[in-house]
């Protein structure tokens, strides 16, 4: 199993929460380039407060996943130092990008933070008209990296590729299951991982675990199309389910929903709980609470705190930018923990999962990519 991991710079991580709201941050006013930042976020920053600006994604703040971590990344920041205020833009769709960027350069925003691949173009076009303008941005590098933005990636590869062992291990009909929400670099990656960490459960436990969704070394698989669709997500588990498959993975954001309502129903139906799934981003049983019971673990990046730190440097005064890669090393990915199956998850599954680790930060494991990280 070969690929190129990159040298990771340090990004603290911590428990990914996706609530939205918070006393200490002004909400956004509306959402898509029509809306105007609130009239608190106006008011602090002619009183000289530091103004962190977000722009979401399509999936909105509340898509349990990269949107609703960033944001929660931003409120912890203006949790942590008073001098800052925060406030966001949600964009309904990509032709939203570019004027909700520009309303918040007028705004003289300390820092902008884009959420997602597809802000790469628009928030790099931008940063290099206003080389003055400190930018953050989810889950998109450059290459050569910009000074005045602060690129946040993730080797999600390496916790996929955990995922895909646990879910080989979990697995009782011998068929697992992965989809993406679109074929993006940022979601293929954990679909690499998940499909070479069953091949490498498979090679040590000489078994014959089948991913349906995905090929890592073929790149095909299945995509709803975007992040929104929740019936394109239970729809196409539900094929999964019919399939054979016990164990889901989908990358998709709020698509993903739609398959824990289909593992729901499917489970029902059977008068059992035969079908799980594990949840992406962020720790689903905070953010998607009502399917935790369905959630062996989820496959999760530090989205919150690399977000955090990136707003608190540019108020600080020790802003930087450039890349910054999460790892298994620095704690910027990881596997959350078993929650309701801490006993379900049997003890040597765990002490293989623990080594794996170990294994993947020495070197010795590399799990296979054709995704940028």
């Given at each position: 199993m070969k690929a190129t991991l990159r040298t990771a710079a340090a990004v603290s991580a911590a428990a990914l929460l996706a609530a939205c709201g918070s006393s200490t941050s002004a909400p956004s006013s509306g959402s898509g380039s029509s809306s105007a930042p609130s009239s608190t976020s106006s008011t602090a920053s002619t009183a000289g407060k530091f103004l962190g600006c977000m722009v979401t994604d399509t999936g909105g703040l509340d898509d349990r996943s990269f949107n609703a971590s960033s944001w929660q990344g931003m409120q912890e920041a203006a949790k942590a130092n008073?001098?800052?205020?925060?406030?966001?833009?949600?964009?309904?769709?990509?032709?939203?990008?570019?004027?909700?960027?520009?309303?918040?350069?007028?705004?003289?925003?300390?820092?902008?933070?884009?959420?997602?691949?597809l802000m790469g173009a628009n928030t790099q076009t931008a940063a290099?008209?206003?080389?003055?303008?400190?930018?953050?941005?989810v889950d998109f590098s450059y290459s050569p990296a910009m000074k005045n933005i602060d690129a946040l990636v993730f080797n999600t590869v390496q916790d996929g590729f955990m995922g895909g062992y646990l879910a080989a291990g979990m697995s009782k009909t011998g068929k697992v299951a992965t989809f993406g929400g679109q074929k993006l670099p940022t979601v293929t990656i954990y679909m690499d991982g998940y499909w070479d960490g069953v091949q490498y459960y498979n090679?040590?436990?000489?078994?014959?675990?089948?991913?349906?969704?995905?090929?890592?070394?073929?790149?095909?698989?299945?995509?709803?199309?975007?992040f929104t669709n929740q019936t394109k997500g239970q729809t196409l588990t539900?094929?999964?389910?019919?399939?054979?498959?016990?164990?889901?993975?989908p990358v998709a954001g709020n698509v993903g929903l739609g398959a824990a309502k289909a593992v729901?129903?499917?489970?029902?139906a059977a008068g059992s709980q035969k079908v799980n799934m594990l949840w992406v981003d962020t720790d689903g049983c905070i953010s998607a609470a009502q399917y935790c019971k369905y959630f062996i673990s989820s496959v999760t990046k530090g989205i919150q705190a690399s977000?955090?730190?990136a707003v608190l440097s540019a108020a600080n005064g020790t802003f930087k930018g450039g890349n910054y890669v999460g790892t298994l090393a620095n704690d910027g990915v990881v596997l959350s923990p078993f929650h309701n199956f801490t006993s379900k998850v049997p003890a040597a599954l765990q002490s293989e999962l623990n080594t794996i680790k170990q294994q993947i930060?020495?070197?010795?494991?590399?799990?296979?990519t054709k995704s940028p990280v």
């Open positions: 008073s001098n800052v205020t925060v406030t966001n833009l949600q964009s309904q769709s990509a032709s939203d990008y570019t004027p909700n960027i520009n309303q918040f350069i007028q705004k003289k925003c300390g820092i902008i933070v884009t959420v997602g691949f290099k008209a206003n080389p003055n303008q400190k930018f953050a941005i090679q040590k436990h000489h078994t014959h675990v089948q991913v349906l969704g995905w090929n890592e070394k073929t790149q095909n698989g299945s995509f709803t199309g975007d539900q094929t999964f389910i019919s399939d054979g498959a016990d164990v889901i993975f729901q129903n499917a489970d029902a977000v955090k730190a930060i020495s070197g010795k494991i590399k799990p296979a």
